[in-house]
């Protein structure tokens, strides 16, 4: 049986760039810098994003974009700012999934290398009661 997460690996082109995306929205902490020096398949970097590490990778960014993405939790109060960090990186937004109330708020973006990520102020646990009454939204 799994224990949880151990990590989350983006592959980028351009590292330095994927590094502002992680700290400068993600309040990331790089822990690790390889520079020129490879132990894996490439030169690599480790942050901290909260408990969870997450390493970056140099390497061809995705060749198309999907809605496989990872989900980091903000606060409810952190939602507007996180936008407005994201919007001056001049990252693009993807617009939000339909939502019921109470399920929580969500940002999608894209990173430079076709990565989307979100930022969901909302919990599973929360998630579950609300899908528990029913009625999603209209499509």
């Not at 939790?73 to 960090?85: F, M, V």
């Not at 990173?111 to 009661?129: K, Y």
């Given at each position: 049986m799994s224990s949880g997460l151990s990590h989350v690996?983006?592959?980028?082109?351009?590292?330095?760039?994927?590094?502002?995306v992680l700290e400068q929205v993600l309040d990331a902490r790089c822990v690790y810098d390889s520079g020129l020096e490879t132990f894996s398949v490439s030169e690599e970097r480790f942050f901290m994003v909260g408990d969870v590490w997450v390493a970056v990778m140099r390497g061809p960014p995705l060749p198309a974009r999907s809605y496989n993405h990872v989900a980091f939790r903000i606060g409810e109060g952190e939602y507007d700012a996180k936008l407005a960090r994201i919007?001056?990186?001049g990252l693009e937004l993807r617009p939000p999934r339909p939502r019921v109330d109470g399920e929580g708020r969500?940002?999608?973006?894209?990173?430079?290398?076709?990565?989307?990520?979100?930022?969901?102020t909302g919990t599973l646990a929360q998630r579950l009661a609300r899908y528990a009454q029913g009625r999603g939204p209209q499509r």
């Amino acid at each position: 049986m799994s224990s949880g997460l151990s990590h989350v690996t983006f592959i980028s082109a351009d590292p330095d760039r994927m590094r502002d995306v992680l700290e400068q929205v993600l309040d990331a902490r790089c822990v690790y810098d390889s520079g020129l020096e490879t132990f894996s398949v490439s030169e690599e970097r480790f942050f901290m994003v909260g408990d969870v590490w997450v390493a970056v990778m140099r390497g061809p960014p995705l060749p198309a974009r999907s809605y496989n993405h990872v989900a980091f939790r903000i606060g409810e109060g952190e939602y507007d700012a996180k936008l407005a960090r994201i919007e001056a990186l001049g990252l693009e937004l993807r617009p939000p999934r339909p939502r019921v109330d109470g399920e929580g708020r969500s940002i999608y973006f894209y990173g430079p290398d076709n990565h989307l990520f979100e930022l969901h102020t909302g919990t599973l646990a929360q998630r579950l009661a609300r899908y528990a009454q029913g009625r999603g939204p209209q499509r």
